[in-house]
């Protein structure tokens, strides 16, 4: 029902910046929870940064100062900025969304029922 295409990523050096983006279609993103997710070599998620169909926001500890989670209404589109990069940050971004008629659930993976593809981020040294 819910349709999530990332934008293109980017490679970076340390200390740079991207801007990722999560087309939603199929779906009023003003009913949903979102969510960014990175995966990690062994094909596990880990929480990113999410934000509620309120506004309120949750991030990961490691990015916490560095990345905001944004949503453009009228864009339909769900953002991560990124910024001072770092190697470890280097992996594939997933975006993901829920239905707000069920509590959001900040970083919690088992809680998103739809997710896109993901996207490449690369950062070196």
Known sequence: QVNLAEGEGGSVQ???SLKLSCLSSGYDIRSLHMAWFRRLPDGDRVGVAA?????YTDYAESVKG???ISIDID???????MNSL?????GIYVCAAMSSLWTYQGLQKSAYMYWGQGTQVTVFS
């Open 75 to 81: 864009k339909s589109t769900l953002y991560l900025h």
């Open 14 to 16: 340390a200390g740079g």
């Open 66 to 68: 560095r990345f905001t």
């Open 51 to 55: 934000i509620a169909k309120t506004g």
């Open 86 to 90: 770092q190697p470890e940050d280097t």
